[in-house]
């Protein structure tokens, strides 16, 4: 890993963190189903980017299930932030109209 991918790294988990953070307070404070969504989406990537960085890393290793070549765990992380952000969204949409 080249200093140029270190700082990528840093920069996702500290930025990632914030994220999160203020997601789970949000959470505390807002029980609303369009809130709670985007809170996920939140938390879920934020858990995506530390599950890549430990493969990265070779802590962890989870090539084992694949579906047509992609790793089931990395695509589950990647769809289902985007999934709960949809939602989110047309919750947002149907509560203002």
Same mark, same amino acid.
């Given at each position: 890993m080249?200093?140029g ?6 920069? @996702?988990?500290?930025? =990632? &963190?914030i994220?999160?953070?203020? $997601?789970i307070? *949000?959470? /505390? @404070?807002s029980?609303n =189903? &369009?809130?709670?969504?985007?809170? $996920?989406?939140v *938390?879920i /990537? ?6 890549n960085?430990?493969?990265e890393l070779?802590i ?6 694949s ?14 932030p985007?999934?709960?952000?949809i939602?989110?969204?047309i ?7």
């Amino acid at each position: 890993m080249n200093q140029g991918q270190i700082i990528i790294w840093c920069v @996702k988990l500290v930025l =990632g &963190g914030i994220a999160a953070f203020l $997601a789970i307070l *949000l959470w /505390s @404070k807002s029980r609303n =189903g &369009g809130w709670m969504s985007l809170v $996920a989406s939140v *938390l879920i /990537s934020y858990a995506g980017i530390i599950l890549n960085m430990m493969t990265e890393l070779g802590i962890i290793s989870f090539n084992n299930i694949s579906v047509l070549g992609i790793p089931v765990i990395d695509l589950c992380f990647t769809a289902i932030p985007s999934i709960l952000l949809i939602i989110a969204l047309i919750l947002f949409i149907k509560e203002a109209s």
